[in-house]
């Protein structure tokens, strides 16, 4: 079972599901192509996709443009069905960042298709996390700088006050969809500048002064 790591605690979340957020960065939305969304756009990872800071990202074999998307990520710590807005806030316990790597020509072929996005989005190493900083200790002010480097040059930078929807509005969405659990990690989205990533890239991501991950692709 994959956990989740709080910084300066012992404390471990067992990580259940993975509920990601797509389209939810306007320009973002605009470089692929794609229609802004009226609401969320939801997709799932598997919890054995996780890795954290430190580890390495395996390129899959069966796709060539691997591409880097930050996010901010949300801790759910309670178990929540159809909430409000109040509820939802409530219902986040901490933040951490995080990347949602894409294999983006596969991606590409499943959309003309028609088909679901999971073999581009679920394969072993797909979502790298950072250590996690609970609410308790520190309140997510929006305003926060999401950014990834690429072998020191910064490919991604915008501040979370871009998201189309904002945490409590995604939690309560998804909450109407499906049951939240404690343990469940939330991808928000990524702001534009997804680009490729190769073999031997080392990637570094942060979330204002509050949590940041290094990783590399083998």
Known sequence: ???????????????????????????????????????????????????????????PDYGNELHHEVELVLLIGETIKNTNIAQSEKAIIGYGVGLDMTLR??????????????????????????????????????DEKLELKVNGAVKQSDSL??????????????????????????FTGTPAGVSRVNRGDKLEAKLGEIAELVCSVI
Request: hydrophobic share 40%; charged share 30%; net charge positive.
């Open 161 to 186: 006050k871009s998201m189309i929807f904002n945490p409590a509005e995604i939690v309560e969405y998804i909450s109407s969809i499906m049951t939240l659990e404690k343990g469940d990690l939330i």
């Open 1 to 59: 079972m994959k956990s989740v790591h709080i910084k300066n605690s012992k404390e471990e979340f067992t990580i259940g599901k993975i509920v990601c957020v797509g389209r939810n960065y306007a320009e973002h939305a605009k470089e692929l192509g794609n229609e802004i969304p009226d609401k969320p756009v939801i997709f799932l990872k598997p919890a054995s996709a996780v890795i954290h800071s430190g580890e390495k990202i395996i390129h």
């Open 105 to 142: 020509d596969v991606q590409n072929e499943l959309k003309k298709k028609g088909n679901p996005w999971t073999l581009a989005k679920c394969f072993d190493t797909s979502a790298v996390i950072s250590g996690f900083v609970l609410k308790k200790d520190y309140q997510l002010k929006d």
